[in-house]
């Protein structure tokens, strides 16, 4: 039997006949039936964004003190406020700096002042509560002053700081006593039951007692022959007042007695107990110098209270924001904890008056807390002069938020759904930052183990490389 093979033909159209249901040739052509003659859509990156939130764009301009690397387009990140200022692309100095705690706020704020030195920009650190600004000073040459028990160094509230060259005894005295009266008020205020406001009595007789301590109508004026001062002699003009101030009154010396009592038993807490010897030193000099490229005060060794520890933050930078008044320069002053000072509303609005004037000054606040609502917290009062610090702030920078913190950032900062949800991922020393809106996704690049490296780092105690001390039990 006889097999017979069948051999099948089949159809098929060649390679070079075009088929117009596959589109145009090419290896990785479309599937079509005709070619698109669409014109082309050009577009900025400004508008863009709208759509696509972290397009990377142009970033800034790489001039000042060097960051680290923009995440998205791969380019340096560099940021000097004064800088972006002139060039008008920040209408404000001010900066707010967020994170939880080892997410590597701290260790930016140390990198933008050591670094900013090399630019001529100095910093001042009012109040350093856990004390590691101490070593960053120290390695920079500048000025430390220790507070606390024990501690040989004082700060006098009201030390005269050097006159400005070119201004009169005329001009200089009215700032000094009313720089002088705005932190009495707030001082007294804070320790006052209920932080109550001040009377017009009491406010006048902080006024009278000031000029009578410092026996200015006695020497006509000339404010190198003034009585030093110190808040042990307020203290007594208050509790004890001269028929002189009760003249000013137009009391006599009893009535304004009563009515100066309350307020000369608070300033007096600030000389006794466990305040005493921390404000109220007798030495006409408080050792600042406006010249220094670093200064901090280290009250590391107050523990009493955050009441205690929030009083001498207000006065240490009261007393650095008048050694170094009408001495314009740029210089950052960085409020490390500031969301201790949100319960007491009068010490706020100081800190609030301090970043309005900015502008006058050259002086770029420095914000540091663990989350935005740190800054919203105690009085309605308190939280308004926090919203205005906030809003002062041209530049926010965020580093990881925990997730349940998210509405409210959101809502004050002014954060879309893409930036905010990003928060709770973000790795250590990688932040969210924001200047003038304008977001950008920054790493803090720092050369591990250099000296740099181990003046920032405060996370190094909690590490297993980090060595026992001498003696310690294995």
């Known amino acids: 039997m006889s097999t017979r093979r069948q051999a099948s033909v089949g159809w098929a159209l060649p390679d070079r006949v075009p088929r117009p249901w596959l589109g145009p040739p090419g290896r990785r052509a479309g599937r079509v039936l005709h070619r698109m003659t669409l014109p082309a859509h050009v577009e900025s990156t400004a508008q ?124 200089w005295w009215p700032i000094v006593r009313s720089h002088w009266e705005e932190l009495l008020v707030a001082l007294v205020r804070t320790l006052l039951p209920e932080q109550r406001a001040l009377t017009m009595d009491e406010r006048t007789a902080l006024e009278t007692a000031l000029t009578t301590a410092t026996r200015r109508h006695d020497v006509g004026g000339d404010l190198s022959r003034l009585r030093p001062i110190h808040l042990g002699l307020l203290v007594d003009l208050l509790l004890d007042p001269t ?43 408080n050792q600042l110098d406006w010249r220094d490229a670093a200064t901090v005060v280290d009250i590391s060794r107050v523990k009493t209270s955050d009441t205690a520890v929030a009083l ?41 008056a301090g970043q309005k004037v900015s502008r006058a000054t050259g002086n770029a606040t420095l914000l540091l807390c663990h989350r935005a609502t740190d800054m919203l917290g105690g009085t309605p009062e308190s ?13 926010r920078i965020l580093y990881r938020q925990r997730s349940d913190q998210l509405a409210v950032t959101a809502a004050e900062l002014h954060l879309d759904d893409n930036q905010a949800c990003l928060l709770p991922l973000l790795e250590q020393g990688t932040a969210l930052w924001k200047v003038n809106d304008q977001p950008y996704l920054v790493d803090h690049l720092v ?28």
């Open 48 to 171: 863009l964004r709208g759509m696509f939130p972290w397009l990377a764009g142009v970033g800034l301009p790489t001039a000042g003190t060097y960051i680290g690397q923009e995440r998205f387009s791969g380019s340096p990140f560099c940021f000097d406020p004064w800088r972006l200022y002139s060039l008008g692309l920040l209408h404000d100095a001010g900066i707010f700096i967020a994170g939880v705690i080892g997410s590597g706020k701290s260790a930016l704020a140390k990198s933008l002042c050591t670094r900013g030195v090399a630019f001529g920009r100095r910093f001042a650190v009012p109040g350093d509560i856990r004390g590691e600004w101490v070593p960053v000073v120290q390695a920079l040459g500048g000025r430390v002053l220790r507070l606390g028990p024990g501690m040989t160094e004082r700060l006098n509230a009201l030390a005269m700081p050097p006159k400005p060259d070119g201004m009169t005894d005329d001009r």
């Open 243 to 285: 028929p002189d101030m009760a003249e000013q009154h137009h009391l006599d010396p009893a009535t304004l007695r009563d009515r100066t009592h309350d307020i000369g038993l608070a300033i007096r807490a600030l000389t006794r107990g466990s305040l005493a010897g921390l404000l109220d030193d007798d030495r006409p000099d």
């Open 312 to 352: 001498v933050m207000a006065t240490t930078q009261s007393v650095i924001e008048l050694a170094f008044a009408h001495r314009p320069g740029h210089r950052f002053t960085v409020y490390d904890e500031a969301w201790r000072l949100n319960r007491f509303p009068a010490l706020m609005a100081r800190t609030n």
């Open 383 to 395: 939280q308004f002069h926090g919203r205005a610090l906030l809003a002062d702030c041209g530049t």
């Open 447 to 474: 050369l591990r183990g250099g000296r740099e490296w181990h003046l920032i780092d405060t996370d190094q105690t909690m590490r297993d490389d980090y060595p026992e001390p001498t003696g310690a039990a294995p």
